[in-house]
């Protein structure tokens, strides 16, 4: 079965930091650009940072950047994002996604349908 597993979430204080993992399993992340989305309470799901699969481009929404960094290790098929300096606005769901055959600019503006992972909770408060 073909299957993103994030993990790593929590509750922290602001100005805090977490690194978040999403894991394959089934499949080989090699060949996939990978996409950190977010959904906060009453609001639509945002992309946050995509990493590319061949020559490690990445591209970050302005809210976050400067804070976090996405980054992957293919040996163990996984891709991360680190968070610091985290904002209680932070506050949301988690979820990855792979995809094939686009920029990471296009992969995180673009609004996917159809089933996500659990996610992973970050709760950014004092």
């Known amino acids: 079965q073909l299957q993103l597993v994030e993990s790593g979430g929590g509750l922290v204080q602001p100005g805090g930091s977490l690194r978040l993992s999403c894991a394959a399993s089934?499949?080989?992340?090699?060949?996939?650009?990978i996409g950190w989305f977010r959904q906060a309470p009453g609001k639509e799901r945002e992309g946050v940072s995509c990493i590319s699969s061949s020559d490690g481009s990445t591209y970050y929404a302005d809210s976050v950047k400067g804070r976090f960094t996405i980054s992957r290790n293919n040996a163990k098929n996984t891709v991360y994002l680190q968070m610091n300096s985290l904002k209680p606005e932070d506050t949301a769901v988690y979820y990855c996604?792979?995809?094939?055959?686009?920029?990471?600019?296009?992969?995180?503006?673009?609004?996917?349908?159809?089933?996500w992972g659990q996610g992973t909770q970050v709760t950014v408060s004092s």
């Open positions: 996604r792979a995809d094939t055959l686009i920029t990471v600019q296009a992969m995180c503006v673009t609004y996917y349908f159809g089933s």
């Open positions: 089934g499949f080989s992340l090699d060949h996939y650009a």
